[in-house]
């Protein structure tokens, strides 16, 4: 969402008087955090992009904090791109404010309200491959979960599509849930496996994998719907974090189903 000084503000889609392009995001569980700003009103060239007029500063409003951010300039195809860093943590469930403000005191402010880090919870554990897993994050501040289900750790490993969950459900709208069983999750990851094919075949480790993105917000909704175009985007600031948790499954055969 955008909030404009009284005094020296300009409409998002004015582009006569100039306006600044936005896209990055604060990433929760890094000490480096990556914002490109963009005028509008500068030509896409490489000469009218060497500098650009702008003062970034990045404002906790729930501590009450400022920091000048110092930018870090990137020749890419003919043009100059001008990515401004913040270097410490960022906090949990709390509003920060991205200030920019041009010498002639034009100013444009984004905030955003990072999501609450829940920890998250699968169970059972240690079941065998057909028993149901149920995924749970409680106490979320608004934002999406994105989700995917792997049969390994990294991103070498076989993953699957991704599901999307909101915290929508009126008698708990604060918590997200998934349910899934280890097997049928493994034949939707591979899916020219034999469906009577057995977990001990492709769950190496002995676990299945919940890799999720975490998002504020509505950050996930601005950046999943909407193309992102320099020249006329100016919302793309929010903040989310990644993890990824292992739920060890007995991959021991099952009767009848595997026998």
Same mark, same amino acid.
């Given at each position: 969402?955008?909030?404009?000084?009284?005094?020296?503000?300009?409409?998002?889609?004015?582009?006569?008087?100039?306006?600044?392009?936005?896209?990055?995001?604060?990433?929760? +569980?890094?000490?480096?955090?990556?914002?490109?700003?963009?005028?509008?009103?500068?030509?896409?060239? +490489?000469?009218?992009?060497?500098?650009?007029?702008?003062?970034?500063?990045?404002?906790?409003?729930?501590?009450?904090?400022?920091?000048?951010?110092?930018?870090?300039?990137?020749?890419?195809?003919?043009?100059?791109?001008?990515?401004?860093?913040?270097?410490?943590?960022?906090?949990?469930?709390?509003?920060?404010?991205?200030?920019? $403000?041009?010498?002639?005191?034009?100013?444009?402010?984004?905030?955003?309200?990072?999501?609450?880090?829940?920890?998250?919870?699968?169970?059972?554990?240690?079941?065998?491959?057909?028993?149901?897993?149920?995924?749970?994050?409680?106490?979320?501040?608004?934002?999406?979960? $994105?989700?995917?289900?792997?049969?390994?750790?990294?991103?070498?490993?076989?993953?699957?599509?991704?599901?999307?969950?909101?915290?929508?459900?009126?008698?708990?709208?604060?918590?997200?849930?998934?349910?899934?069983?280890?097997?049928?999750?493994?034949?939707?990851?591979?899916? &020219?496996?034999?469906?009577?094919?057995?977990?001990?075949?492709?769950?190496?480790?002995?676990?299945?994998?919940?890799?999720?993105?975490?998002?504020?917000?509505?950050? &996930? $909704?601005?950046?999943?719907?909407?193309?992102?175009?320099?020249?006329?985007?100016?919302?793309?600031?929010?903040?989310?974090?990644?993890?990824?948790?292992?739920?060890?499954?007995?991959?021991?055969?099952?009767?009848?189903?595997?026998?």
């Amino acid at each position: 969402m955008f909030a404009w000084a009284c005094n020296n503000t300009i409409e998002p889609l004015d582009r006569e008087n100039g306006i600044f392009a936005i896209y990055g995001f604060l990433d929760l +569980k890094e000490n480096n955090h990556y914002i490109r700003v963009k005028d509008l009103h500068a030509p896409f060239t +490489k000469a009218a992009t060497e500098t650009i007029d702008a003062t970034v500063t990045l404002h906790n409003l729930t501590l009450g904090t400022a920091t000048l951010l110092e930018s870090e300039r990137r020749a890419h195809e003919d043009i100059y791109q001008h990515n401004f860093i913040y270097s410490d943590s960022v906090y949990a469930d709390h509003k920060y404010k991205l200030s920019i $403000e041009r010498s002639d005191g034009v100013i444009i402010d984004v905030t955003t309200l990072t999501p609450s880090m829940p920890e998250p919870i699968a169970e059972p554990l240690n079941q065998n491959c057909y028993v149901p897993i149920e995924f749970s994050m409680g106490s979320l501040n608004g934002g999406t979960v $994105e989700l995917r289900l792997g049969l390994g750790p990294s991103a070498n490993h076989w993953w699957g599509r991704p599901h999307i969950l909101q915290p929508d459900d009126s008698e708990n709208p604060t918590q997200v849930t998934f349910t899934f069983t280890p097997h049928d999750a493994m034949i939707n990851i591979l899916p &020219f496996t034999n469906p009577s094919a057995r977990c001990s075949q492709y769950l190496n480790t002995g676990s299945i994998y919940i890799s999720y993105i975490h998002y504020s917000p509505g950050f &996930f $909704e601005r950046i999943a719907n909407d193309s992102f175009d320099i020249f006329e985007s100016t919302q793309k600031f929010g903040a989310l974090y990644f993890d990824t948790l292992a739920v060890p499954v007995d991959t021991s055969p099952v009767c009848p189903q595997d026998c």
